[in-house]
């Protein structure tokens, strides 16, 4: 299934194209096809364990070791004030992509990419690009967003729904704006608590944050805020409520309360431009990918409520899911009208 969805990744771009610090850990190269010689670093802001985000990247760097037979190394838990450092590092040690995997990332990115200008730089839901050699891999932040909220509305028997995000930078906000658009697509007045924990890694925060909008009558809860997600989702386990895993499939941390995951599925655009940085093809540009290209999708629903969905509502979801893919609802037009979260 994941090569179906990279070479129709790969055909995409194809089509619009014509040392460090934390922990690490290494593969060692095992001499592919096309990639013997490509060394390859990923630069993480979370821990490979939060079962989402982070992890996802590493398993895109993994199965680029697998089909290209490339040396493979990450740092992980690293700060935005140290990642200048660890991009310098990698890029004096010959690794030939380094993907920097977050949006924070961006800026030490194109200060470094001008000293290496034969390296390639690759920032996933990165904003700058600059010739020749800074790339950004991007999810459609709102459409994900909106598929999120409406599937959270979906399922909300009380009509009052949750969201608990990380830092307020532009990919976040760009997801709070689809959740509530996508939420209201449903239920036009649905009851939203969604709150900016401001952090990515403090898990007992969001735990706290998770428990706050559960005590306002919230019946379906997500979260989006990397490795503290885990927080939400022990909330939700802990009090009995609904939850929607965001990004990666959260199934396993939440065996009592996620029921279905939204999934984001960026690793897959990472392992479409290790190929192309493999056949030296990496543009200076965006590449964007959304429903459409099957990185943003709907895992089958699971979990102890799954008895408790109706075969209507799957089915209405899915169907929801194939008229984004096709572009029959205008997500960036109804996220536009989309008000702030309603606490900080």
């Not at 649905?190 to 998770?210: C, H, P, R």
Request: aromatic content about 6%.
């Amino acid at each position: 299934m994941k090569q179906k969805i990279v070479a129709l990744l790969m055909a995409c771009i194809l089509c619009l194209s014509a040392a460090s610090c934390g922990q690490t850990t290494q593969t060692a190269s095992t001499g592919g096809d096309n990639g013997a010689a490509l060394k390859i670093a990923l630069i993480l802001p979370g821990t490979v364990n939060d079962k989402g985000w982070s992890s996802l990247a590493l398993s895109a760097i993994e199965q680029l070791h697998e089909e290209l037979g490339a040396e493979i190394k990450y740092s992980e838990s690293v700060k935005a004030s140290d990642c200048e450092q660890v991009f310098r590092g990698y890029a004096s040690q010959g690794y030939k992509l380094i993907i920097g995997h977050g949006y924070e990332f961006s800026d030490a990115a194109a200060v470094v990419a001008k000293d290496y200008p034969n390296t390639y730089f690759c920032i996933s839901n990165g904003t700058k690009v600059a010739e020749p050699n800074l790339s950004a891999t991007a999810i459609d932040n709102t459409a994900f967003g909106f598929l999120l909220g409406a599937t959270c509305a979906v399922l909300s028997e009380n009509k009052n729904i949750g969201l608990i995000t990380g830092t307020d930078n532009p990919p976040m906000k760009q997801t709070v704006a689809g959740f509530e658009a996508g939420a209201r697509y449903i239920e036009p007045k649905i009851q939203l608590n969604m709150v900016y924990s401001g952090t990515l890694e403090d898990a007992a925060k969001v735990k706290e944050n998770a428990l706050s909008v559960i005590d306002k009558g919230v019946d379906v809860l997500s979260q989006n805020a990397d490795h503290a997600s885990l927080g939400a989702i022990t909330a939700c386990e802990e009090r009995g409520v609904m939850n929607v895993g965001a990004i990666g499939d959260q199934l396993a941390a939440g065996p009592n309360s996620v029921v279905v995951n939204v999934m984001q599925d960026l690793s897959q655009t990472i392992v479409a431009a290790g190929h192309l940085a493999a056949q030296g093809k990496l543009e200076a540009k965006e590449y964007r990918f959304g429903i459409a290209e099957k990185a943003i999708y709907l895992s089958d629903f699971t979990g102890v409520y799954e008895d408790r969905i109706t075969e209507e509502k799957k089915v209405g979801l899915r169907e929801l899911s194939e008229q984004l893919a096709q572009g029959k609802i205008d997500v960036n037009s109804l996220a536009a009208e989309a008000s702030a979260p309603s606490e900080k």
